[in-house]
């Protein structure tokens, strides 16, 4: 669904598809279905396509829908082919957005994306720090993507913001891997700050508190707004070289409120990719 054509300038396009998987997730599976539950919300006639920016996909904001990738059950196949996805989207000079699935898929799409930026940036939204050494036996699990990300050199910094789960453990990685977290205990958006390019943002919708998002396999009392979230995302200004969104459970969500906000995340995230521009190094 290309719904950019009478886009004259696109600066720049983005690319929208789904990684409908969760091989590895730690304790419900069911985050497989979340891109199709986005992608539903996005273009149901219940809502339409403008952002609060002032940009509207198929006016101001040229996105093709690429739809889902066929995923299979085996993590290194489906990494690869994360990989290559991402790999064709900055050949073709546009910027990803990606819909998870569990939050894996993010080791990938940042490995990916660092190969062809160099190490980027990375804003990370979530109830946890996802810095596990390995979970459960598992050095690829859902808590595990950060680490992975930082031991092999995609970040040059990493800020969490939402985190309300820290173990011993992860804070240990923290400091290991020099990752900056903006605890929760008397948050304001002023307290993160605005940062350097290239950026990637990763959106774990448990970041928010469940009674903005209910419709994850962790919930986690305590979290973000949706007004807090979208102003600590505004504040960036630097060119963004991919995002993803990550966690929905259609499974546990409640009249589709997760969906619908999944949604409007990818609006603001489109919003503010277009409104921030292509990155140049």
Same mark, same amino acid.
């Given at each position: ?19 409908? #998987? ?9 985050? %497989? ?28 904001? %040229? ?8 995923? #299979?059950?085996? #993590? ?37 994306? %660092? ?167």
């Amino acid at each position: 669904m290309d719904l950019g054509s009478d886009y004259k300038q696109p600066m720049p396009a983005i690319r929208l598809f789904g990684l409908p #998987t969760d091989i590895n997730s730690s304790f419900e599976r069911g985050a %497989a279905a979340g891109p199709a539950a986005i992608r539903a919300m996005l273009w149901s006639d219940r809502g339409n396509r403008a952002s609060e920016l002032g940009r509207e996909i198929g006016v101001d904001i %040229a996105l093709t829908d690429d739809g889902d990738l066929s995923l #299979t059950e085996d #993590t290194a196949q489906d990494d690869a082919m994360i990989r290559r996805h991402v790999a064709y989207v900055h050949e073709d000079g546009e910027i990803p957005l990606a819909l998870g699935g569990d939050h894996a898929v993010t080791f990938p799409l940042v490995e990916a994306t %660092a190969a062809c930026h160099g190490p980027v940036t990375i804003l990370h939204f979530d109830a946890h720090p996802d810095l596990y050494d390995d979970f459960a036996g598992n050095p690829r699990s859902h808590a595990s993507p950060f680490a992975r990300i930082c031991e092999s050199g995609h970040a040059k910094r990493l800020v969490q913001v939402g985190i309300r789960t820290l173990t011993n453990h992860c804070r240990e990685q923290a400091a290991r891997f020099g990752v900056e977290i903006v605890p929760m205990t008397d948050f304001s958006p002023d307290r993160v700050p605005v940062l350097g390019g290239p950026l990637y943002i990763s959106i774990d919708l448990d970041g928010l508190d469940p009674s903005a998002a209910p419709g994850v396999a962790h919930p986690e009392p305590g979290g973000l707004t949706v007004r807090e979230l979208l102003a600590v995302l505004y504040k960036q200004t630097v060119p963004i070289v991919g995002a993803d969104i990550v966690e929905l459970h259609p499974g546990r969500d409640v009249g589709g409120v997760t969906a619908i906000l999944g949604a409007k995340l990818v609006r603001e995230l489109a919003a503010l990719i277009d409104r921030n521009g292509p990155y140049r190094p």
